[in-house]
């Protein structure tokens, strides 16, 4: 009878603490008031964001708006609670409010070698999460500008946001994780040329992009028309990142003279697909940490390496 009791008084008090969880959300969303919103901060472990209400002092202009609420996400103090959520490497420099079907666009100048990756992927959740409350944004446009890059047609990045494109994350994991698509470049299915290839993948704030791109390319592609540049067994020794340079160490499977593929095609699609990274602009490659001379005994492989778009064919395959 006791036994009975005691699972009764559990049930209850889980019912009455659903209840007040319950209770407690909907009364967390009454409490905004009008022309009251929540601002999005990252948490002082930078692990997960936190909110805050604020009441908004423009009440028209969509442009103003943006403006104020950036400028509270960027000015904020850091508290035992929160920190800004824009960091001191990224500046706002416009939007653009005049796109349809509840469609912003804002513009950020960024100095890419003072932001991490943390603060870059809580940067975007928290302006796209406070912006999305604005009447009538349904959508986010970030672009972000490397000062660095003084090449106008590759300095300049764009990522498209809405609703569902930042998710709580689960099985005893914190903080964000972002959906988005890397671009990849594997040789086409003759050999002679690069082709790109889009993958959809979901990051969190513990994802290092380069690492993921280069391990996309050695799984290979999935789609017909492709041919996969690096053999399946290649591990990666060692990838950073640095004043814009990406050092990639990779296994001696990766200078296998068995690979048919000419030299450039396959170097060039590590390097073309890193570059389409927005923090990295160059790609310098090692053996065991040490530079080499020469790629498979023929190309000269000690320098620094750049985009080379001669390589990659025209027409490409989503």
Not at 168 to 179: A, D, I, R
Not at 295 to 314: Q, S, V
């Amino acid at each position: 009878m006791k036994k009975w009791l005691c699972v009764l008084c559990c049930m209850v008090l889980l019912i009455l603490a659903g209840c007040g969880r319950q209770t407690k959300e909907v009364a967390t969303e009454e409490l905004l008031g009008e022309n009251q919103i929540y601002l999005y901060y990252m948490n002082p472990d930078r692990t997960d964001v936190v909110k805050e209400k604020y009441t908004m002092k423009e009440q028209t202009d969509l442009a103003a708006q943006i403006k104020e609420v950036v400028g509270q996400l960027s000015g904020a103090k850091a508290t035992e609670v929160y920190q800004a959520s824009i960091p001191d490497g990224i500046s706002y420099t416009s939007c653009n409010t005049e796109n349809r079907h509840g469609r912003v666009e804002v513009a950020f100048n960024v100095t890419y070698s003072s932001v991490d990756a943390d603060a870059l992927l809580f940067f975007k959740a928290c302006v796209v999460k406070t912006l999305l409350q604005l009447p009538p944004v349904n959508s986010v446009t970030l672009t972000l500008t490397d000062l660095a890059n003084a090449d106008q047609e590759t300095a300049t990045v764009s990522e498209n946001f809405d609703q569902d494109s930042f998710t709580m994350s689960f099985g005893g994991e914190k903080g964000y994780k972002q959906k988005g698509t890397i671009i990849l470049y594997f040789a086409n299915a003759s050999g002679d040329a690069l082709k790109e290839y889009r993958k959809e993948i979901e990051i969190s704030n513990t994802t290092s992009l380069d690492r993921l791109v280069v391990e996309s390319l050695i799984a290979g592609p999935n789609q017909d028309g492709y041919t996969a540049t690096l053999p399946k067994e290649t591990t990666i020794r060692n990838i950073s990142v640095k004043d814009g340079i990406c050092y990639v160490d990779l296994s001696d499977e990766f200078y296998n003279t068995d690979n048919t593929l000419k030299n450039d095609i396959i170097v060039y699609s590590i390097v073309d697909s890193l570059v389409e990274l927005p923090t990295v602009s160059k790609v310098q490659f090692l053996n065991n940490g040490e530079k080499q001379q020469f790629f498979r005994e023929t190309m000269a492989f000690d320098g620094i390496f750049e985009r080379n778009l001669d390589l990659i064919e025209e027409e490409t395959t989503e």
